[in-house]
């Protein structure tokens, strides 16, 4: 990312990857190792405070505490519910909110962290969706939401895990900011998560994937929802631009640069929609053989949804149709349901600063 300048307005270092920390220290005639010193500091020891960072110069702390300030977003509230999951609701200025969702299970404790304030792709059955789009979020915005949930959790000795971008928002629509923010979680002075522990779920940007696989290799979900076409059009209305065919062929040029990693296939599952066993067989078709597993999310009701969850049976004989053909499928359980964080609940506080939404464009350009 561009070189932190010198300039009257404080830096948030949590806005900054190791390299764009370490061209803000050459423009202040510093070493590059000062970037992994200040890394360390902020992310392995949680400090705040650049007066206790005591490997560094007297003159270069009072240069940090000159220039830059470590800002993280206000908690408006936090919500827990029965079965561990935590919610928060964090300002984002201007009457705008997002939400950060935490998710223990045995063996991992999950952080689904947002990308943008609203979203603008109008995905048919996403109470995000809902509310418009309002605008993305910084580096330090996205970072500032792990900081936030690790140090509120170290309080009671919770841990974070994993690390997935499935809050509000396209991560792959705000290419800028998540790549430098993935790369913090990944990097050894930062979080230092595992590349498998961190997962971008994207709607299919096609360019965006291509170039990711570049950029910062993580663990790559895709919300394909529909094997056809013409459903995934009416679900998933960016399908129309990058059709199915062309987002699987970006999945398995993805995973050939992964080397022996797949690729997590999110499905929601509407009752009556796209729950059927021809459509399970669809779906084989299209990604047997290949480096696929798909997870099956039971749909999550909000107000003014007129879509419903599938029968529990009808969820079954789906799972079973895909794995009978040897795709490994799980059945994602919903969390936090009775606090509204479990996936697509999430509305926040999004003032539609648009009307020129996805789904909207595509129905006016329609003949
Ligand atoms: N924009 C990204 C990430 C956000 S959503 C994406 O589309 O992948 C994370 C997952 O939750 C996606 O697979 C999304 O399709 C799914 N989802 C959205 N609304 C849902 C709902 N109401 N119930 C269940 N899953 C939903």
């Known amino acids: 990312m561009a070189a932190a300048a010198d300039t009257a307005a404080p830096l948030n270092p949590l806005g900054f990857d190791r390299a764009g920390l370490e061209a803000m220290f050459a423009a202040w005639g510093e070493k590059p190792f000062r970037a992994r010193q200040l890394m360390q500091w902020l992310y392995q020891r949680g400090v705040h405070d650049f007066d206790a960072m005591t490997d560094m110069s007297k003159a270069l702390r009072t240069r ?5 300030r470590i800002e993280l977003p206000e908690v408006l509230s936090e919500q827990h519910s029965s079965d561990g999951t935590v919610k928060w609701l964090l300002n984002m200025g201007a009457s705008q909110g997002i939400e950060t969702v935490y998710i223990p299970e045995p063996g991992r404790a999950t952080l689904c962290i947002s990308s943008q304030v609203g979203c603008a792709l109008d995905c048919a059955f996403c109470a995000t969706a809902q509310q418009g789009f309002n605008r993305n979020l910084t580096c330090a915005e996205i970072i500032g939401q792990v900081w936030l949930a690790r140090e ?4 009671t000795g919770r841990e974070i895990t994993n690390v997935v971008f499935m809050g509000m928002g396209e991560p792959l629509a705000n290419y800028r900011a998540v790549v430098p ?12 998560l595992s590349r498998r522990r961190v997962t971008i779920s994207t709607s299919g940007l096609v360019p965006q994937m291509h170039r990711l696989a570049d ?16 459903l995934r059009d009416a679900l998933v209305p960016i399908n129309r631009v990058h059709p199915v065919a062309e987002l699987l062929d970006a999945c398995w040029r993805y995973a050939e640069r992964q080397a022996s990693r797949q690729i997590t296939f999110e499905y929601v599952m509407l009752d009556g929609v796209n729950d059927s066993p021809a459509l399970a067989r669809e779906l084989v078709r299209l990604l047997a053989g290949r480096p696929a597993k798909v997870n099956l999310i039971p749909f999550n009701a909000f107000p ?3 879509y419903r969850r ?3 049976a009808a969820m079954l004989r789906f799972q079973d149709e895909l794995n009978r053909r040897g795709l490994r499928t799980t059945i994602r359980r919903t969390r936090g349901g009775d606090i509204d ?14 009307r020129h939404r996805l789904g909207e464009r595509l129905r006016v350009a329609a003949p």
């Open 64 to 68: 940090l505490a000159a220039q830059c």
């Open 152 to 155: 509120r959790l170290a309080a």
């Open 181 to 192: 923010a993935a790369r913090l979680l990944i990097d050894d002075f930062g979080f230092g």
């Open 215 to 230: 950029d910062c290799n993580v663990a790559l979900a895709v919300s394909l929802h529909a094997p056809t076409d013409d």
């Open 304 to 306: 003014g949804t007129h």
């Open 310 to 312: 599938s029968s529990e």
């Open 341 to 354: 964080a479990a996936c697509g609940q999430l509305a926040g506080r999004v003032a539609d600063r648009t």
